[in-house]
């Protein structure tokens, strides 16, 4: 069952005595919806991690190797220039931001999400905060991934400085990345548009059919009724 159909019950049912029954299946629906949805941001992240640790890999093992002199003995190579490894340790400096910055981000949500719920309100303003979480973190997403494309542009330009390749190619390569920049930062913008944003306004809505319906208790007979 979706929220919107959740929607009509509640909206349908007034004070009747369904109001626990509604409210569990809601909550249920809000549970699986909230697993659904930090399903999809733990494997954008865990996709992030993957390539940071990656990149971060390859950067300082280049780096070690040329600091070391094993680049130079390694086929056509050369050594690195001390520009390179300039732009070598930027292009790690890059990385190691980009990670930190999504990791530490992650913990300060989670922190803030740590007190128990039990009860449906409780969990709809989790959910709440957590997905304007995910809109304000995407809020300047192009800046956010301009050190990650940084420094794969440096890395390349210094592999490519070592291997011998014309320094004109260099000119296609940074167009390429800069049209993936704005490419990822689209996809993640419509990512917001379509998934997020409505999530939230959806949430924010029925959190506001909670707090004007009436607590079941307020309806029940006054004990001076009953015959």
Not at 48 to 66: H, K, Q, R, W
Not at 152 to 161: A, E, M
Not at 169 to 184: D, H, R
Not at 210 to 226: F, I, W
Request: charged share 20%.
């Amino acid at each position: 069952m979706e929220f919107e159909d959740l929607q009509v019950i509640w909206n349908s049912q007034h004070d009747e005595p369904l109001y626990g029954v509604n409210e569990d299946s809601l909550h249920n629906t809000l549970r699986n919806k909230s697993k659904q949805f930090r399903r999809v941001i733990f494997w954008q992240h865990f996709q992030t991690f993957c390539s940071c640790t990656i990149a971060i890999t390859v950067i300082t093992g280049l780096f070690l190797l040329s600091v070391f002199g094993v680049l130079g003995n390694i086929g056509s190579s050369r050594a690195l220039y001390g520009w390179e490894l300039a732009a070598l340790l930027v292009a790690l400096i890059c990385w190691l931001q980009f990670g930190l910055s999504v990791y530490l981000g992650n913990r300060q949500q989670k922190n803030r999400e740590k007190h128990e719920t039990t009860s449906l309100r409780d969990d709809l303003d989790k959910e709440i905060n957590r997905t304007k979480y995910q809109i304000n973190t995407r809020a300047q997403i192009m800046l956010g991934f301009v050190p990650p494309y940084l420094g794969s542009t440096l890395f390349i330009i210094t592999v490519f400085g070592i291997s011998g390749i014309s320094y004109w190619v260099i000119v296609p390569v940074v167009i390429v990345m800069i049209t993936a920049l704005i490419v990822e930062s689209r996809c993640q913008r419509r990512f917001v548009e379509q998934e997020i944003t409505p999530r939230l306004r959806e949430l924010e809505t029925l959190r506001e059919k909670l707090t004007t319906v009436p607590c079941p208790e307020s309806n029940s007979p006054d004990g001076n009724d009953v015959q």
